[in-house]
Each structure stands twice: as structure tokens, then as C-alpha cells.
């Protein structure tokens, strides 16, 4: 697990159609046990979506209680079952679903200590699957995936020793809008995830308005219902972005630090621990304070910076995957050329360039509180759209108007 800022950052984009074992746990190294933290938690769930379909909840996971950290789901009450084998190819999973509240009403489901996601969905189930290696979550980057049509979202937590951490994301897609929030034994309550008045719409029409490209990433249904818009990475996937959206700035990133230094202070905690980077041909090259190398990356591509992945790959250590967070960052915020000290943390340096990360932009714009998981590594600067606490008592989740 991260032990940077990056400790509780959730790679959902790692994860589409693959097993749950590809999930991790999002609480930091070294946490400690907590007296208040419960075998399971209540998370009551708010309809205000104003959609009549049924809703559909599933809590889906790896259970952290147990050494063997089975993979499974729990049902309404929290009660653990583990998944059967798989197959090949994958057959149908268990139905996992529970009844989720109409519009205008709340549940209350209780959570165990799983690392894992609660998806909902309006209308139908989702469909999962149970190949050999673990379950088969939706992908609907994939127009063959059986939940392409399907209404649908999800948020990702841990609930462990370390206490309850849990999001609002979109590092795979915009969808149905929703908000989480905790209530800690002291009672005071956190939240996060609300849109703006109008957001919902707001996103859309912004995203469809920005050219090259960006309006292809809307998915919608053949009643014309708008489903989601996929995450550029995904975009690149489908084709509904050009390979080439982002060359441009990088360009200009690798020509200016070919005569200039790039200074990466990854740990805000540690201010004396910087990273100089240096281009030589299609390389940039970090040295530590003492002069002596650290890493180097090639030029990224936009896939590379959109998943924070390939040629920015983040490992679990404290030198190439602590740099490459800071980096994947100012490549989706564009504040590489604007600043030559990063991580940049002020908002307003943002996605000021042409050439830049234009749904994060959109996605941050329309957030009540200007948090959101737009990229994997969106809470470098603390930006991202996620709560947590030590001694939780109650987790929520509210599913928010579609306007």
C-alpha cells in the first residue's frame, strides 16, 4: 500500500473486467487499530434521483477479516459469501443484488471489512461473471459488454483497522451522480461528491461543446438516455480520442526541460527530498539532492498520462513511483510548463492550457466542493473527492438528481 499522500488512491481504471483480486486496500502502511472501528458499519443509502426504476445495490470485495483474503459479496445485512469457482470462459456469478430504496426513500445495509466497491444500478441488474481467475466486472468501454446499456455506478472503499475510507469516482467514467459521506463517533459528519445545482447537465453539455473529440466519450442508450462518458483513457481505448491528444504539450514539456530543470518535491511532508529532472532525447532523467540517479521515464504517450500507467508507471516505492504521481498529475493538469516546481497544489493553475485533461476539467467544475477522482493520482494537492475517518459510526450514500 502507498505511503505517500497517495495512500488511499483508488486505480479503478486497473480494474475494469478483471478478478477482484486487482483491488487494493486503501488505507496507509501502518495504520493502527481502532477500538470504535466495527466488524460492520450501517451505510444508509438516499434515493433523491428522481428516477422511478427499480434500484439495484451490490457490495462487492475482498474480505480483509480473514488471512486468505477471500473474494465475494455481502448481502443486506453483511453477511459474507464467497464467490464459487470460475470458468472458462467465465460463467454467471451468484446474484449478489439487493433491493435498493425507490425514489424519496433510504436503506440501511451494513458494510463489513471488505476492500471493495458498492455498485447501483436503475432498471436492471448488473451482470457479473466468474472466470478462473476472479470475477468479471463491467467494462463498458467494450460495446459488447452486457452491462453497455445499463445504468449504472459505483463507489470504491476500505473498511479496516485504519477506520472507513470511502469515494465518490470517476476515474472510469461520469455517471449517475452520487455523494458518500462518514459519520464519525463524535458526530461530526463528512461528505463528498455532491454536484453543483444543474452539474449533472452541466457536465455533458460542456463535455459535448469541447472540440477534439471530447463529446465522443458520451455513451447513450437508444431512447436516447445519456448513460455515462468514459474516461479518456478509455476514450483512446474506443478510438473516441485521437492517440495524439495529448503530443502537443508534451512536446513543449520535453523541449522546455531540455534546457531547464524540472524539481519534484513528491512527499509534502518532506520538503528536503526533491528529484531534478533533466530531458536527454526522448528521456528525462532524475537525480536526487545528492546528484546521483534516481529514475528516468521516456516520453509518455497520451494512454500513459490519462491512466497514469505504461510510461508513467507507478510502483510502491519512494523514488520512481512517487515521482511519476507528480508527474501524471501536472501531465493532466498542464501545469508542467507553468510551473517548474511540482506537485503544482493551487487550483487555480489548473487546466489552463489548451492541450489538457478537458473531463477532469469539466468534471472539477461542476463538483459542490471541487473534489473529484478525475485522474488515478487526483489527490496529489489533496483534490481529490474522498472521505475518511479513524472512528467511524455511519457511512452514506446518496444518489443525487440527474440535472
Same mark, same amino acid.
Given at each position: ?26 488505507? &496507509?502502511?501502518?495504520?493502527? #487499530?481502532?477500538? %470504535? ?7 444508509? =443509502?438516499?434515493?433523491? $434521483? /428522481? *428516477? ?41 456469478? &451468484?446474484?449478489?443484488?439487493? #433491493?435498493?430504496? %425507490? ?7 451494513? =458494510?463489513?471489512?471488505? $476492500? /471493495? *466497491? ?286
Amino acid at each position: 500500500m502507498k505511503t505517500s499522500a497517495t495512500a488511499r488512491r483508488i486505480t479503478a481504471a486497473a480494474t475494469a473486467a478483471l478478478a477482484l483480486t486487482a483491488w487494493p486496500v486503501l488505507t &496507509p502502511q501502518g495504520a493502527t #487499530a481502532h477500538a %470504535a472501528v466495527p466488524s460492520t458499519l450501517s451505510l444508509t =443509502i438516499k434515493n433523491t $434521483s /428522481g *428516477r422511478s426504476e427499480p434500484l439495484y445495490i451490490y457490495d462487492l470485495g475482498t474480505l480483509l477479516t480473514n488471512a486468505s483474503r477471500p473474494q465475494g459479496w455481502a448481502d443486506a445485512n453483511g453477511t459474507f459469501h464467497q464467490w464459487p469457482a470460475g470458468a472458462n470462459p467465465p460463467a454467471p456469478a &451468484p446474484d449478489a443484488s439487493i #433491493a435498493g430504496p %425507490a425514489n424519496g426513500q433510504s436503506m440501511t445495509i451494513k =458494510i463489513p471489512r471488505f $476492500s /471493495g *466497491r458498492i455498485y447501483f444500478s436503475f432498471g436492471q441488474k448488473l451482470v457479473f461473471k466468474l472466470a478462473t481467475g476472479g470475477l468479471v466486472q463491467p467494462a463498458v468501454q467494450n460495446p459488447s459488454d452486457p452491462n453497455r446499456n445499463i445504468l449504472f455506478n459505483w463507489s470504491e472503499y476500505t473498511l479496516d483497522d485504519g477506520g472507513l475510507y470511502i469515494n465518490s469516482t470517476q476515474v472510469d467514467m461520469f455517471s449517475a451522480p452520487y455523494a458518500v459521506g462518514v459519520k464519525n463517533t463524535a458526530g461530526t459528519v463528512k461528505n463528498t461528491g455532491h454536484l453543483k445545482t444543474g452539474g449533472y447537465n452541466g457536465f455533458f453539455n460542456a463535455l459535448k461543446g469541447q472540440p477534439g473529440g471530447w463529446g465522443n466519450l458520451i455513451q447513450t442508450r437508444s431512447d436516447g438516455t445519456i448513460l455515462r462518458a468514459l474516461s479518456p483513457a478509455h476514450g483512446l481505448e474506443t478510438g473516441a480520442l485521437p492517440a495524439s491528444t495529448m503530443d502537443d504539450y508534451v512536446n513543449r514539456v520535453w523541449q522546455k526541460y531540455s534546457t531547464s530543470t524540472l524539481t519534484v518535491t513528491p512527499f509534502e511532508n518532506e520538503p528536503g527530498n526533491k528529484f531534478y529532472g533533466r530531458v536527454s532525447g526522448n528521456t528525462m532523467n532524475f537525480t536526487n539532492s545528492s546528484g546521483a540517479f534516481a529514475t528516468s521515464f521516456q516520453k509518455p504517450d497520451a494512454d500513459s498520462i490519462f491512466g497514469c500507467h505504461k510510461l508513467l508507471d507507478a510502483p510502491n516505492d519512494r523514488v520512481r513511483g512517487a515521482i511519476s504521481r507528480t508527474l501524471c498529475a501536472g501531465f493532466n493538469r498542464s501545469t508542467l510548463l507553468t510551473n517548474s516546481n511540482q506537485p503544482d497544489t493551487s487550483a487555480a493553475d489548473f487546466y489552463k492550457d489548451v492541450v489538457t485533461n478537458h473531463y477532469s476539467r469539466k468534471i472539477h467544475a461542476q463538483m459542490a466542493d471541487g473534489k473529484a477522482y478525475g485522474f488515478a493520482f487526483d489527490d496529489v494537492g489533496h483534490f481529490e473527492s474522498l472521505v475518511s475517518d479513524a472512528n467511524p459510526e455511519q457511512a452514506y450514500m446518496t444518489l443525487d438528481p440527474f440535472n
